[in-house]
């Protein structure tokens, strides 16, 4: 995905760096699921009764980007089955999830196969979340020459926006899958985070450690 390196450029300017667009995948994927899963009896399926709400709603975000970002590059990032170091440190860390919906762990294991098949590159590290592999690869790619734009419907990593870095997020909220809307992803930089938020990027760690993981509603 970082194969070459091009040519140095100045950490504040995107002129001519290359883009690559960092997927945030559980996000998308349950973001899709219940777009169009919610008040369909179950979701979409095939004749053959295999759910599809997942895969439909993904794929159909990422062309929509793809043909309105034109990226050089692009790679997702998803979760892992295994504990993170933050279960470690906390057993409580998530306990009050509600339980994944049935069908869409199938539909989720068909969409990784399908982007396996697309030939975009799928990241998952065990024992860290999606949000740290995104965080990792936007830093490296940046200190590479590139410009990154993150995909995500989690307003946690608008701590990662960083215009020193050019790096920058494409929020999609649930206005994104409906039939009216004629809208991509918002795009944020600093600004657009202080506008939204009434914080800056730096400051959303501290934000959510005083709040908690219901601080957003």
């Excluded at 091009?6 to 996000?27: E, F, K, M």
């Excluded at 053959?48 to 997942?54: A, R």
């Amino acid at each position: 995905m970082l194969q070459s390196t091009p040519a140095p450029q100045s950490q504040s300017s995107t002129v001519a760096r290359p883009l690559l667009i960092l997927v945030d995948g559980h996000s998308l994927a349950f973001r899709s699921y219940f777009a169009f899963a919610k008040g369909r009896d179950g979701g979409l399926r095939t004749t053959t009764g295999i759910p599809t709400s997942v895969c439909f709603g993904f794929l159909k975000s990422l062309v929509e980007v793809i043909s309105s970002e034109q990226p050089q590059s692009m790679a997702v990032a998803f979760d892992t089955k295994e504990p993170t170091f933050r279960h470690e440190a906390d057993k409580n860390y998530k306990a009050g999830r509600e339980e994944t919906p049935e069908e869409f762990i199938p539909d989720l294991k068909n969409l990784q196969e399908l982007l396996v098949g697309l030939r975009v590159p799928v990241l998952r590290a065990p024992g860290f979340e999606a949000d740290d592999v995104l965080a990792t690869l936007a830093h490296r790619a940046s200190d590479t020459g590139y410009q990154v734009k993150i995909l995500t419907g989690d307003r946690d990593l608008f701590q990662l926006v960083d215009p020193e870095k050019a790096i920058t997020v494409l929020y999609l909220d649930s206005s994104f899958w409906r039939r009216s809307s004629d809208t991509g992803p918002v795009e944020f930089n600093s600004e657009d985070v202080v506008a939204k938020l009434g914080i800056t990027p730096a400051q959303v760690v501290d934000y959510k450690a005083l709040c908690g993981q219901y601080s957003w509603s």
